[in-house]
């Protein structure tokens, strides 16, 4: 969501708690002066009628409000002397509607001039509270629509236009990218807030452009610097174990020493991939075809799987073919594909199935199920298996994280890796 939008829900939602909470009170309050009003109409009424009936001739005792808004009673005295005025909401039948009215009664006691004591009870019509409700709501809602509008207005028109140079630091930062040249232009704007977020940006970028551009040569130079003496190094061991006057002993501390070499020159370009990957030098993406990267990947490692007695099976259900790094892609499937063979026994088999959203490589092992909590950690790899690094896995992990892809591991007497999208 927005910020303008979740701004304008949060007003919304302010808003209306604010006018229900408005209305309720405004109810109860009009209401109270209605009912006060009509309480002072009816006092004034009482003391009217009371002037009329001086005497008990001009008295007309009734016992309902059929045909006046009053009835008045003879009640004796120590009775009178117990009644007080008393105001009270009531129903009275209403012989031309044929219904129950709402209607404000005052009760009192009056004594006339011959000295008879008379209990009177006048009415009047009061608003109905459902009608006074039903109206408040109306306007509540009519109210809340019109102040609606104008948020959204003011929203749209006015808030929209303050937080331009928001928006424009975020598009910014949506196409900066480390080590590409991308130049970090400040908005011009009055507003204090963004100019100090503007320059604060600006500065942390470019200090993180130099830190990657320095990172990068670094990763660059000790990679290359390490590289070469190491292939440099080899080459005079095998020289040297070529010389004839060499013991057996010899011949072998050489090649011992010669594969530690070999997987120290392996170990420092899978930290240069990692390196590459993480820091997103592998630019540009295409649709790729794991069909035909498996095809190919099979015709290579065919020697490899015959020497380690292992069978491999491909299934295409399907053509799966994601948008990514192509150099990434084969790298992902290769790395896959020799952890397969490396890991499983003389006799065992691979099975490779690309369907059209996936692909899956299962293959038998003697080693038992990974732990799902180091599996793509960096440098674990199962005891005893000469020439891992065990930086296959975290490779794979890294390649699918950065071209979107999931990596799912389960074991069921076979290990089952599957790459999805």
Do not use: C
């Not at 005792?61 to 005025?85: C, G, H, M, P, W």
């Not at 207005?153 to 930062?173: A, D, I, S």
């Not at 293959?363 to 790899?381: E, H, I, Q």
């Amino acid at each position: 969501m927005k910020l303008l939008n979740y701004t304008l829900l949060l007003f919304s939602l302010a808003l209306f708690a604010i006018l229900t909470l408005w209305s309720v009170l405004f109810y109860f309050q009009m209401l109270s002066q209605v009912k006060s009003t009509i309480d002072d109409g009816l006092a004034n009424y009482k003391i009217l009628i009371i002037d009329q009936v001086k005497d008990d001739t001009l008295i007309d005792q009734q016992e309902d409000f059929l045909t006046k808004n009053y009835i008045i009673r003879e009640i004796s005295d120590s009775y009178a002397l117990q009644v007080i005025d008393t105001y009270k909401d009531t129903l009275i039948f209403s012989a031309i509607k044929n219904i129950h009215e709402p209607t404000r009664l005052l009760t009192t006691a009056f004594a006339n001039e011959a000295g008879g004591f008379y209990e009177m009870k006048v009415i009047s019509p009061v608003v109905d509270k459902s009608d006074l409700i039903r109206e408040v709501v109306n306007s509540l809602l009519w109210l809340y629509l019109a102040l609606l509008i104008s948020i959204i207005v003011v929203n749209n028109f006015v808030l929209k236009k303050t937080w331009q140079p928001f928006y424009r630091l975020m598009e910014q930062l949506k196409n900066f990218s480390l080590g590409e040249g991308s130049v970090f232009k400040p908005s011009q704007t009055r507003i204090k807030e963004f100019t100090v977020l503007d320059e604060t940006i600006g500065k942390m970028l470019k200090r993180n452009d130099e830190i990657y551009l320095s990172q990068k040569q670094f990763i660059e130079n000790a990679s290359h610097e390490l590289q070469t003496p190491l292939a440099i190094s080899m080459n005079k061991l095998e020289l040297l174990a070529e010389s004839e006057d060499l013991s057996e002993e010899h011949i072998q501390n050489i090649g011992n020493i010669n594969q530690t070499l070999e997987r120290l020159s392996s170990l420092n370009k899978s930290l240069l991939l990692l390196s590459k990957i993480e820091n997103k030098q592998f630019a540009g993406e295409e649709q790729v075809s794991f069909n035909e990267i498996f095809t190919g990947l099979i015709d290579e490692f065919a020697d490899y799987a015959h020497f380690s007695k292992v069978d491999i099976k491909f299934m295409e259900e399907g053509n799966w073919s994601p948008r990514m790094n192509s150099n990434l892609a084969g790298i992902l499937a290769m790395n896959l594909l020799k952890n397969a063979i490396i890991h499983n026994h003389p006799g065992g088999e691979i099975i490779i199935t690309v369907s059209s959203s996936s692909f899956s490589i299962e293959n038998t092992s003697d080693d038992p199920a990974l732990l799902k909590v180091k599996l793509y950690k960096r440098f674990n790899k199962a005891p005893g298996k000469k020439g891992s690094t065990g930086m296959g896995l975290a490779i794979v992990k890294v390649i699918a994280d950065a071209s979107g892809l999931s990596v799912d591991y389960t074991y069921t007497g076979r290990h089952f890796f599957k790459v999805s999208q």
